[in-house]
């Protein structure tokens, strides 16, 4: 029995989902969209938190991370659907037909924008603005979905927990499933949200406060899937930086629990020190003007080591930067 509604969520949640974020353009102007600052309106891809720029850097990063599909996202991805189809192609040649890839969009795909993803996309999720709530069964979205749904895509929506959100419960019967994402406090949105006196849940999420509460009537709908703001990273996130550590990790990186790798870096040193160079060479290795190795030979012996000396936590594959401490 299939617990999860959209095929693509049941890749997602092992972590084994690459985002690929198409572009940052976008023409709607959402008062709750959570793109980044650094993101927003910028034309630019990611294959997860990396910048690429060739279909061959992606199929790279999926590689690093064993992907066993992809969500493509934006932005607004059929604002450069000649990008799409060459990143999904190079995509499905390298990893087969059966590398599963969902694809959101804002916009009620036409036929002819349907039948030139029709065979790269296997799942699509709308997302059609909150305007459009009140009248959904009248709206473009509806007969997109039938469209797609005939033409053989999996097909569903994908929208934020709003106090609105049960306007969407008519256009359960058109689709394959709805998926409801927590809403989120970001950098972007704050000001409208402090606008309509939404505050946080708490200091350690982004959740915003009462978004349960407004989905708990369509959450009884089995077609309705409510994903936690908590779930995406402590586990989405995690499982995901567990993959990528994994195929991607030095000897001498230590991956912590949650996916992120720790290591000790020496600037300002001349030469290899005996107690590193002793290891091994698989131990240590010379990066970024520093010596990068064993944060535990660092922790063990500091003393007999010169230079200026820190531990570092990451994401992997040279990802973010979480924590630098001293020694
Ligand atoms: S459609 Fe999506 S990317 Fe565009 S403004 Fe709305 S939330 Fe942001």
């Not at 037909?97 to 065979?119: F, N, R, V, W």
């Not at 600037?267 to 003007?289: A, C, H, K, N, W």
Request: charged letters at 30%; hydrophobic letters at 35%; aromatic letters at 8%.
């Amino acid at each position: 029995m299939r617990i999860l509604p959209a095929t693509g969520c049941t890749f997602c949640h092992e972590g084994a989902k690459m985002v690929l974020f198409i572009t940052g353009v976008c023409s709607h102007a959402c008062w709750y969209c959570p793109l980044s600052r650094e993101r927003k309106g910028k034309d630019q891809v990611y294959a997860n938190e990396h910048r690429v720029s060739t279909p061959d850097e992606a199929v790279a990063e999926a590689k690093n991370m064993s992907a066993m599909g992809t969500g493509i996202t934006g932005g607004e991805p059929f604002e450069r659907l000649d990008r799409v189809i060459s990143y999904a192609s190079r995509l499905k040649k390298e990893f087969g037909q059966e590398h599963h890839i969902h694809m959101y969009t804002s916009c009620a795909p036409s036929e002819k924008e349907l039948s030139d993803i029709s065979g790269l996309i296997d799942e699509i999720r709308m997302h059609p603005p909150v305007e459009c709530w009140r009248e959904i069964e009248k709206s473009e979205y509806i007969r997109s979905a039938e469209r797609a749904a005939g033409m053989g895509f999996e097909v569903g929506f994908e929208v934020p927990a709003l106090p609105e959100i049960d306007l969407l419960i008519p256009a359960l019967q058109y689709l394959d499933f709805l998926n409801i994402n927590e809403l989120e406090w970001g950098e972007t949105n704050a000001p409208e949200m402090r606008r309509r006196e939404m505050i946080p849940e708490d200091s350690v999420h982004n959740a915003v406060e009462g978004a349960r509460a407004w989905c708990r009537n369509i959450r009884r709908y089995k077609k309705v899937y409510f994903c936690s703001s908590a779930f995406k990273d402590s586990v989405q996130l995690r499982k995901r930086l567990i993959r990528i550590a994994e195929n991607t990790a030095r000897a001498f990186d230590e991956i912590s629990d949650d996916g992120t790798i720790i290591y000790g870096r020496i600037e300002d040193t001349p030469f290899i020190p005996d107690s590193v160079r002793q290891l091994g060479p698989e131990m240590f290795e010379e990066r970024d003007g520093a010596l990068e190795t064993a944060w535990w030979i660092l922790a063990e012996k500091g003393n007999e080591i010169g230079g200026k000396k820190t531990i570092v936590e990451r994401y992997p594959n040279r990802g973010i930067i979480v924590e630098v401490t001293p020694i």
